[in-house]
């Protein structure tokens, strides 16, 4: 139990005994008397809500779960038992949320946030140290924290004393193909993202869009403003530096090319330092060292796209 509700649990809730609620998340379990199946995913559009309740299977029909569990379209997470055997965790392929575990003897924990595992590490990891002091960081198992590991898209972790992770094969490299005469390629960029986009029912009016100015998050957005115009607001960080007159210039244009909802919550990161009074850090709170040095003033600006009422926060191409 320790390690479902490590896997499932949503990073400091107000009730660790609850399973975290979203409209566009679901968990779901199965078993056949022998194996147990749990699975926590991304919602997909114009499917019902699963049932959260232990499904009975009979053998053959969780090999059929198990293996449709594998194809599913969106973000997932399985977490496998079974008698003499390790626990297995295994990531789905569309990667848009970290999981970080950790053991503590003879149980495995986990969180979306590295810092819940910190008093699980045994030390600084001075490769990733390195790699995070010269911002070259590297998608991989290895964390800032010995003894604190990432669950990669595809990878299984093995649980049975001892932690260890398996990968998928290598992908394949392919070199980039000429351009055929009259392709339409803005054409075939806007439908991509209209597929990837309408996987997930997020076009709701609890949805908000973290509109920054910049390529990635602009290019979503508009597009999401132009085919369901006055539906979202819209929320960003507003940076210090050469570049704060661009970004409010950039996202006025934005706002004023298409229709967005109101509020536009802008959250300026100057008046919130990484060492303000009040903030984690100087409270001495745990903080993934990923998250620096613009945790605070991110923090303020989660805070107030909750009170605005938003459920779920769209981000650009490089985002989540």
């Known amino acids: 139990m320790d390690l479902v509700r490590g896997v499932l649990r949503h990073p400091r809730p107000a009730q660790p005994d609850r399973i975290f609620d979203h409209p566009l998340v679901e968990h779901l379990a199965a078993t056949d008397g022998h194996r147990t199946l749990i699975m ?19 053998p053959a029909e969780y090999d059929q779960a198990r293996e449709a569990a594998t194809r599913w379209p969106t973000d997932v997470v399985l977490v496998e038992t079974e008698p003499e055997r390790p626990v297995r965790v295994t990531a789905g392929a569309a990667r848009t949320t970290p999981l970080y575990l950790a053991t503590d003897g003879p149980t495995l924990v986990g969180s979306w946030d590295m ?3 910190r008093e699980h590490a045994t ?8 790699r995070l002091l010269i911002y070259r960081p590297r998608y991989s198992t290895d964390t800032l924290f010995r003894g604190v590991h990432r669950l990669t898209e595809r990878a299984t972790a093995h649980f049975g004393g001892s932690l260890w992770t398996s990968y998928p094969d290598p992908a394949l490299h392919r070199t980039p193909r000429d351009l055929a005469p009259g392709a339409d390629v803005v054409g075939a960029f806007v439908e991509t993202m209209d597929t990837a986009m309408d996987r997930r029912p997020w076009a709701e009016e609890s949805t908000l869009f973290h509109l920054t100015g910049g390529f990635d998050s602009g290019t979503v957005a508009t597009r999401a403003a132009e085919r369901h115009p006055g539906l979202f607001p819209t929320a960003t960080l507003l940076i210090g530096g050469t570049g704060r007159e661009q970004q409010i210039r950039r996202r006025a244009e934005m706002r004023d090319r298409v229709k967005f909802a109101d509020p536009d919550i802008v959250i300026d990161a100057m008046k919130h330092p990484p060492l303000a009074p009040g903030c984690r850090w100087v409270r001495g709170d745990l903080i993934s060292p990923t998250e620096d040095p613009l945790h605070n003033p991110f923090a303020q600006m989660a805070r107030a796209v909750a009170e605005a009422g938003a459920r779920t926060v769209v981000t650009g191409l490089g985002g989540r």
Not at 123 to 130: C, L, Q, S, V, W
């Open 40 to 58: 926590v995913r991304e919602r997909v559009a114009d499917r019902l809500t699963c049932d959260p309740e232990v499904r009975p299977l009979t």
């Open 123 to 130: 030390g600084i990891n001075p490769r990733e140290a390195a």
């Open 115 to 117: 810092a819940d595992l």
